[in-house]
């Protein structure tokens, strides 16, 4: 191919695409993607490494429809997963057309079988430092089939992504930069640390602030060339939405996947931010939240949002996913920190981990209306190629889907563990309506006057998006008395606590059992009756407390119900008395068929002494295990 620039000739031009399926279900309208989204940064990158003796157009299938008489010698696109299919027809397209077809990003990288089946090469991995020598070999008529890259790209003498080409008065804000790549956590179902790293690389703090500030002066020029140039009502319109903080470039957003991942970095690039006068977001984890000093320096620094990988409100959940640095008997307060600082915290939240039950949906959507976060982002848990995620569901033969265009993080394309893929879905659809509706957007939003107008606009926004898109969904009977029982119970007394004799005795030293009762309850794998799991410490208090809520449960899921005691770690003399208590379990067992198992193994001194008379309670046969 002969790209030649001979003097007089014509330049060779680089077509560079966003794919997004015209017909998606969840497409944005233009004003909610001027108050919600703001673009990747994968393809202003591309365009800063391409040899300047080309002409680079971007186009964002989000934003216009793609001309495929568009005059180019190349043409690139960047993938995510669920925009594979909808690249790969707009690439056999172009193909088609006898132009040359690039492919690069998070698929092609670990589905490049199937990428090669659409286009001419692929770049896997981080492309920095692969796309000069593509262009060369565009150039030169020699391209691979495939571009690897053997080591991750330096950050410093960092080129700034080439944000002018990206469409105007398009997104939130066109102003998008970032300090950081890598992620040293290790998330199950996260692509990034694969991609991107498991260490993070650093971008100098003066090259960044001096990016910022060339970008900032650009788009001051931009918008003021906007509104000498249109009508007189449109320049009253911009400088109204300027001064209440809804115009483009109002907001600085750091596309970061960890954007505070080393406190000293953080330090020095935030102190530096105060000189720039701007507002800014960025994701970071929660527990910045337990640094007061830093999150009041981020917030005089500009900082106004942060978006938080919640992911869920449940211990057991996070541990599964390898997120254990998330505590979540910590996150009120954590939130609370931000929140006394003018941030607004905007969480996501994971359905379907292993450990998620129906009452997840429920839960999540009070603690985080209780907690007055002003945005959430509720996604599907999604086993995403390249992630241990997808490799565990494959070899449990859990995926049954691999349509593409499903991997969204809004269908549900695996087999769940603790409800079925429909109770997941419609748990899902129902969180969306419950947090984005208006008593629920008001009791959030309310609490505080600061840029009170851009977090309506943005709930605003969320919820036309909601009420088009998304089926209400409904949630069973059962998700709320699985709700009702799940529990972490205070344990108050501490005298004559009987260990567990299922359980070694604790060797001397070691950490003692925590003084709490947690109550996990699951609807059977198996049978047709609720499962209660107990860990921790039982007393008397929370026994009762205990029997109250199997009572609830009993009246309202008229299932049997099965105690396991197997890892209880103590229990006081007085706590298996009133378990055991005849009057208590008379009034339950009208309603249900109780079962304790594991009790009389684990606790035979305490049960010997007691008479049942006709209640038939121990089941110390496995079958319920």
Same mark, same amino acid.
């Given at each position: 191919?002969?790209?030649?620039?001979?003097?007089?000739?014509?330049? @060779?031009?680089?077509?560079?695409?966003?794919?997004?399926?015209?017909?998606?279900?969840?497409?944005?309208?233009?004003?909610?993607?001027? &108050?919600?989204? =703001?673009?990747?940064? &994968?393809?202003?990158?591309?365009?800063?490494?391409?040899?300047?003796?080309?002409? %680079?157009?971007?186009?964002?299938?989000?934003?216009?429809?793609?001309? =495929?008489?568009?005059?180019?010698?190349?043409?690139?696109?960047?993938?995510?997963?669920?925009?594979?299919?909808?690249?790969?027809?707009?690439?056999?397209? =172009?193909?088609?057309?006898?132009?040359? %077809?690039?492919?690069?990003?998070?698929?092609?990288?670990?589905?490049?079988?199937?990428?090669? *089946?659409?286009?001419?090469? /692929?770049?896997?991995?981080?492309?920095?430092?692969?796309?000069?020598?593509? %262009?060369?070999?565009?150039?030169?008529?020699?391209?691979?089939?495939?571009?690897?890259?053997?080591? #991750?790209?330096?950050?410093?003498?960092?080129?700034?992504?080439?944000?002018?080409?990206?469409?105007?008065?398009?997104?939130?804000?066109?102003?998008?930069? +970032?300090?950081?790549?890598?992620?040293?956590?290790?998330?199950?179902?996260?692509?990034?640390?694969?991609?991107?790293?498991?260490?993070?690389?650093?971008?100098?703090?003066?090259?960044?602030?001096?990016?910022?500030?060339?970008?900032?002066?650009?788009?001051?020029?931009?918008?003021?060339?906007?509104?000498?140039?249109?009508?007189?009502?449109?320049?009253?319109?911009?400088?109204?939405?300027?001064?209440?903080?809804?115009?483009?470039?109002?907001?600085?957003?750091?596309?970061?996947?960890?954007?505070?991942?080393? *406190?000293?970095?953080?330090?020095?690039?935030?102190?530096?931010?105060?000189?720039?006068?701007?507002?800014?977001?960025?994701? &970071?984890?929660? #527990?910045?939240?337990?640094?007061?000093?830093?999150?009041?320096?981020?917030?005089?620094?500009?900082?106004?949002?942060?978006?938080?990988?919640?992911?869920?409100? &449940?211990?057991?959940?996070?541990?599964?996913?390898?997120?254990?640095?998330?505590?979540?008997?910590?996150?009120?307060?954590?939130?609370?920190?931000?929140?006394?600082?003018?941030?607004?915290?905007?969480?996501?939240?994971? #359905?379907?981990?292993?450990?998620?039950?129906?009452?997840? +949906?429920?839960?999540? %959507?009070?603690?985080?209306?209780?907690?007055?976060?002003?945005?959430?982002?509720?996604?599907?848990?999604?086993?995403?190629?390249?992630?241990?995620?997808?490799?565990?569901?494959?070899?449990?033969?859990?995926?049954?889907?691999?349509?593409?265009?499903?991997?969204?993080?809004?269908?549900?394309?695996?087999?769940? $563990?603790?409800?079925?893929?429909?109770?997941?879905?419609?748990?899902?659809?129902?969180?969306?309506?419950?947090?984005?509706?208006? @008593?629920?957007?008001?009791?959030?939003?309310?609490?505080?006057?600061?840029?009170?107008?851009? *977090?309506?606009?943005?709930?605003?926004?969320?919820?036309?998006?909601?009420?088009?898109?998304?089926?209400?969904?409904?949630?069973?009977?059962?998700? $709320?008395?699985? $709700?009702?029982?799940?529990? $972490?119970? @205070?344990?108050?007394?501490?005298?004559?606590?009987?260990?567990?004799?299922?359980?070694?005795?604790?060797?001397?030293?070691?950490?003692?059992?925590?003084?709490? !009762?947690?109550?996990?309850?699951?609807?059977?794998?198996?049978?047709?009756?609720?499962?209660?799991? !107990?860990?921790?410490?039982?007393?008397?208090?929370?026994?009762?407390?205990?029997?109250?809520?199997?009572?609830?449960?009993?009246?309202?899921?008229?299932?049997? /119900?099965?105690?396991?005691?197997?890892?209880?770690?103590?229990?006081?003399?007085?706590?298996?008395?009133?378990?055991?208590?005849?009057?208590?379990?008379?009034?339950?067992?009208?309603?249900?068929?109780?079962?304790? *198992?594991?009790?009389?193994?684990? #606790?035979?001194?305490?049960?010997?002494?007691?008479?049942?008379?006709?209640?038939?309670?121990?089941?110390?046969?496995?079958?319920?295990?």
């Amino acid at each position: 191919m002969d790209t030649t620039t001979a003097r007089g000739g014509t330049r @060779p031009k680089l077509l560079l695409l966003d794919p997004y399926p015209r017909n998606n279900p969840y497409r944005m309208t233009a004003s909610e993607r001027r &108050s919600i989204w =703001f673009p990747k940064l &994968s393809l202003p990158v591309i365009a800063a490494y391409t040899p300047p003796t080309w002409d %680079v157009k971007i186009m964002d299938e989000a934003v216009m429809d793609i001309n =495929f008489d568009t005059p180019c010698d190349l043409v690139g696109l960047s993938i995510m997963t669920c925009y594979a299919p909808r690249a790969y027809e707009i690439a056999d397209e =172009f193909r088609r057309r006898g132009k040359k %077809v690039v492919l690069g990003g998070v698929h092609p990288t670990y589905c490049p079988d199937e990428a090669l *089946r659409h286009c001419d090469a /692929i770049v896997c991995g981080e492309a920095e430092d692969l796309w000069p020598q593509v %262009v060369a070999d565009v150039e030169a008529g020699t391209l691979k089939r495939i571009y690897r890259m053997d080591q #991750f790209p330096a950050l410093n003498n960092y080129k700034p992504p080439r944000i002018e080409l990206l469409s105007p008065d398009s997104y939130m804000t066109r102003l998008c930069s +970032f300090t950081t790549r890598g992620c040293h956590f290790d998330c199950e179902f996260c692509s990034v640390s694969p991609f991107n790293g498991k260490t993070t690389r650093r971008r100098p703090v003066p090259e960044v602030i001096e990016e910022l500030k060339r970008a900032k002066e650009w788009l001051r020029s931009d918008i003021v060339e906007r509104m000498t140039h249109g009508s007189l009502l449109n320049a009253l319109t911009t400088s109204l939405k300027i001064w209440v903080g809804l115009e483009e470039g109002s907001i600085v957003a750091f596309v970061d996947d960890l954007h505070n991942s080393h *406190r000293a970095y953080c330090r020095e690039l935030w102190q530096a931010l105060k000189s720039l006068n701007i507002k800014w977001g960025c994701q &970071s984890t929660l #527990f910045l939240g337990d640094d007061p000093e830093m999150v009041k320096l981020a917030a005089d620094s500009g900082c106004v949002s942060v978006f938080v990988g919640l992911e869920s409100l &449940s211990d057991d959940s996070l541990s599964e996913t390898n997120k254990g640095f998330n505590q979540v008997r910590k996150f009120e307060n954590q939130i609370k920190m931000f929140h006394d600082h003018g941030i607004m915290v905007n969480p996501g939240i994971v #359905f379907g981990f292993d450990n998620d039950d129906e009452s997840v +949906f429920e839960t999540a %959507v009070e603690f985080l209306t209780r907690n007055k976060v002003e945005l959430a982002y509720f996604n599907v848990l999604t086993p995403l190629p390249g992630t241990a995620l997808f490799e565990r569901y494959n070899r449990e033969c859990r995926i049954f889907d691999q349509d593409w265009a499903k991997y969204d993080g809004k269908h549900v394309v695996y087999k769940p $563990k603790r409800m079925t893929p429909e109770q997941l879905q419609e748990g899902f659809f129902w969180a969306n309506h419950q947090f984005y509706s208006w @008593p629920c957007i008001l009791q959030r939003v309310g609490h505080t006057s600061q840029r009170l107008i851009p *977090r309506l606009e943005m709930n605003w926004e969320f919820r036309k998006l909601i009420c088009r898109t998304t089926p209400k969904g409904t949630l069973s009977p059962l998700a $709320k008395v699985l $709700k009702n029982l799940q529990a $972490k119970l @205070p344990t108050f007394e501490t005298q004559q606590l009987i260990p567990n004799a299922l359980h070694p005795q604790a060797s001397p030293g070691s950490k003692p059992p925590e003084l709490c !009762l947690k109550v996990k309850a699951r609807r059977h794998d198996a049978f047709a009756a609720l499962f209660i799991d !107990l860990e921790g410490t039982l007393d008397h208090l929370n026994a009762r407390e205990l029997l109250d809520r199997i009572k609830q449960a009993a009246r309202d899921a008229k299932m049997d /119900i099965v105690v396991n005691f197997e890892n209880l770690k103590q229990a006081t003399p007085k706590a298996i008395h009133t378990l055991l208590d005849g009057e208590i379990l008379q009034a339950i067992t009208p309603h249900t068929k109780l079962r304790y *198992r594991k009790l009389k193994e684990a #606790f035979q001194s305490s049960v010997s002494e007691i008479s049942f008379g006709d209640l038939d309670l121990f089941d110390e046969s496995t079958q319920h295990a």
